[in-house]
């Protein structure tokens, strides 16, 4: 049985007993106990404190999401404020960042106040960069930035440049909050819904030309170094998007970055009918082709790219995951690919798809951990510790225990995910936020 | 028909696409459709499908594929339903979903579709209970009309083991080359595409299949030569096309001797190819035409379970 906590619940006292415990703010990744009194992690436990058994499991320190979709003001029926703070908490995290892309947008400080909520996890608020997310004007940064904005982004598109991008960058550099840039060129990607290549040809889909991502790339690069703003580039699909980012880093610009769990571990042979991961020889498989839920933007990637991309999270090019959870009725997916809405949901199977990636020998349980944790709230300015005298905020899981993708199975207010039906591994046990039991199973 | 009596039972429920086909679903279809052909002729199997309905949901106008179809299912004894699209609630908002799964409630058992959106198919066998006869989806699939090819290479030509046939036009936006890619592939030929580079793009990634981006190149030493329809709101450059890419008569002598040419039709006549090769004695596009009805006889008898 499992349940639901908030933040605003009394904080917890207990001790989990003989777990891995990988802190990676301290670089350590230890079997021990992590004792907590009064939502605090201490040294010595309070006299009636319960014991968990962590044998066998892992803590980590709670995961941040930079990227989330909460459809919350406009499409309450796919996912709301406190459902998705509920898919996080299932899915280990305690923070997450939710896109301004509602209807109407967050691009106004009264609303990124008003979406500032603590739930069952901390949902912050990425403030639109234009007035309206039109691509015309320049919203009022600094006022959602008092307001608690993290970030700023017109997801579901690039800032419009030159003159109208060069000067966010700019407003930016002063306010010391990244711009988190969905990297995409309107002309460029022409209407693409799949990644061009084989599959693309095959399925005679509109193809989606890698460029379409690597020429915004380039020009925010550019801009970073020329305004010293701090540029978060989102949703990474392209090998040579991560090695642009690897050169500009090289030369001191400011820039981070973050890939989707489906970039990296789904490919464009699921399009095709395939549901093998990047790391295994695809199937294509006809009859399960043109599954509206493998619809994305951008599209998943080549096996090839998002191979790369993986080596690339794996070296530490890549700072972090972020789920790009986008929640979509179902009627929006049963259409045909083409029309069907882009967008997959997340939370849930971030680590999931994460731990697979790890018993498949492509990737470090404690590089994973950081990049799900401590170097995608260093992008927002969250800590993550699991120190003594820190609030205890931190995911406790088992990471061989598996579980099916299924409808009564995620917390979200919607599961368009192609994962659905898989067996995965990866159950959260325990997810604590600031010191309070968020979720538990 | 006591052959198929003793024939498996065909694994699909749905067709969608010949890909995926082996070698000899595709012959026991051609076998089938020739069968039926003399069936047809006899008035005999007036009653094999008559506890089927068959639906035409054609979202795209089709004149002679869905003619085929309906003759195909009257022939074997199955109501028909003609589902007018123009004029139909499918044209006020309402799903393809939404239609496939009504249409499903008022009794249709097999559901030829055509529409504009690959994967239309896929969509709709997902979704209902109905056998569903993929009758063209967006450039991606067109099988009965790959299969009524192959029957018509096949008694043309004895056979497509080691035949090489050409496909030249606007390949990337055809559904009729890569369902012929498959089907043809399937039955031990080869396929070489040709067409100016934008109109053969992606396909030099397709196992088994050679990329040509001039005429001569395309078709030297093909054994059959189909040529593609030009799509006329594609804004293609018509005159150059024509000049570049028409099939006539002349420019047939740089296939193998006596190469047929073929042609999915309707055909732009002056355009991809002179009404002299389409009327001439190498024309196989009247033959195409007569295949179509007892091809899909053999489809939908497969389906329903009847052969």
């Known amino acids: ?441 | 028909m006591t052959v198929e009596a003793v024939a498996p039972a065909w694994p699909y429920r749905h067709l969608i696409d010949v890909e995926g086909f082996t070698r000899a679903e595709i012959e026991r279809v051609l076998d089938l459709a020739i069968a039926m052909r003399e069936a047809r002729s006899a008035r005999r199997n007036r009653s094999l499908l008559e506890a089927e309905t068959v639906g035409l949901a054609f979202y795209e106008a089709s004149t002679r594929t869905r003619v085929s179809f309906e003759l195909a299912a009257k022939a074997l004894g199955a109501t028909t339903v003609d589902l007018s699209v123009a004029g139909s609630s499918a044209t006020k908002g309402e799903s393809l979903v939404d239609t496939v799964r009504t249409l499903e409630r008022t009794g249709v058992t097999m559901l030829v579709l055509r529409h504009s959106a690959a994967g239309a198919g896929q969509l709709a066998a997902r979704t209902t209970g109905m056998h569903i006869l993929n009758a063209g989806d967006g450039a991606h699939a067109h099988p009965t009309q790959a299969l009524l090819d192959a029957l018509t290479l096949r008694e043309a030509l004895g056979g497509l083991d080691g035949r090489l046939l050409a496909i030249v036009g606007d390949v990337a936006h055809s559904r009729v080359a890569r369902s012929n890619i498959h089907c043809v592939t399937a039955l031990g030929g080869r396929v070489r595409v040709g067409g100016p580079a934008a109109w053969v793009e992606g396909f030099e990634s397709w196992p088994g299949v050679e990329v040509a981006t001039t005429l001569e190149d395309a078709i030297a030493g093909a054994d059959a030569v189909m040529t593609l329809r030009v799509q006329l709101e594609r804004g293609a450059q018509l005159d150059e096309h024509a000049a570049e890419w028409r099939m006539d008569d002349e420019r047939m002598a740089w296939a193998a001797p006596a190469a047929p040419i073929l042609h999915p039709g309707p055909t732009n006549e002056g355009l991809e190819i002179t009404a002299e090769l389409a009327n001439g004695t190498r024309s196989l596009i009247g033959r195409q035409v007569e295949n179509g009805v007892p091809v899909r006889m053999a489809v939908l008898a497969l389906l329903a379970g009847a052969a």
């Open chain 1, 1 to 441: 049985m499992s349940s639901f906590g908030r933040l605003t619940d009394p904080p917890a006292s207990l001790v989990i007993v003989g777990a891995r415990v990988i802190d990676p703010a301290a670089g350590t990744d230890l079997l021990r106990d992590v004792v907590i009194r009064d939502g605090i992690v201490v040294e010595e436990p309070a006299p009636d404190a319960e014991r968990v058994d962590g044998r066998g499991l892992v803590v980590a320190p709670g995961f941040c999401d930079l990227h989330v979709h909460l459809r919350q003001p406009g499409s309450a029926g796919a996912e709301t404020i406190e459902s998705g703070a509920r898919a996080a908490a299932h899915g280990g995290f305690t923070t997450i960042c939710a896109m301004p892309n509602t209807d109407p947008p967050i691009d106004n400080a009264e609303r990124v106040r008003a979406g500032t909520v603590d739930g069952s996890c901390r949902v912050r608020q990425i403030g639109a960069a234009t007035v309206g997310r039109a691509g015309e004007a320049v919203a009022d940064l600094s006022g959602m930035v008092a307001a608690g904005a993290v970030g700023f982004s017109d997801d579901g598109a690039a800032v419009p440049g030159p003159e109208l991008a060069r000067s966010i960058f700019t407003a930016l550099a002063e306010l010391g909050v990244p711009l988190i840039e969905h990297a995409e060129h309107p002309e460029l990607a022409a209407g693409g819904v799949i990644r061009a290549g084989a599959a693309a040809s095959r399925l005679a889909l509109k193809p989606w030309s890698p460029e379409a991502e690597v020429a915004v790339v380039d020009r925010d690069l550019k801009l970073a170094e020329q305004t010293g703003a701090r540029v978060h580039l989102t949703h990474l699909s392209t090998a040579a998007a991560v090695a642009l980012i690897a050169d500009a880093r090289e030369r001191g610009v400011q820039v981070t970055c973050d890939v989707t769990p489906h970039h990296l571990a789904l490919t464009d042979a699921w399009v095709a009918g395939s549901r093998r991961f990047a790391w295994e020889e695809p199937e294509p498989d006809p009859p399960r082709a043109y599954d509206g839920l493998c619809r994305v933007n951008p599209p998943l990637a080549s096996r090839e790219d998002a191979l790369a991309i993986l080596a690339g999270l794996a070296d530490g090019i890549i700072d972090a995951i972020a789920t790009d959870h986008a929640p979509h009725s179902a009627e929006r997916k049963l259409v045909p690919f083409e029309d069907a809405a882009p967008g997959i949901v997340g939370l849930e199977t971030a680590l999931s798809i994460g731990l697979a990636a790890v018993e498949a020998g492509r990737l470090k349980l404690p590089v994973l951990i950081a990049a799900l944790s401590s170097r995608p709230a260093a992008v927002i300015g969250e800590t993550r510790s699991l120190a003594a005298g820190e609030r205890a905020d931190l995911v406790l899981f088992d990471p061989g225990a598996r579980w099916r993708v299924d409808r009564d199975a995620v917390a979200s207010g919607s599961a368009n995910t192609p994962l659905l039906d898989m067996e995965l591994p990866g159950v959260v046990r325990l997810t604590l936020a600031a010191g309070r039991i968020t979720y538990r199973s």
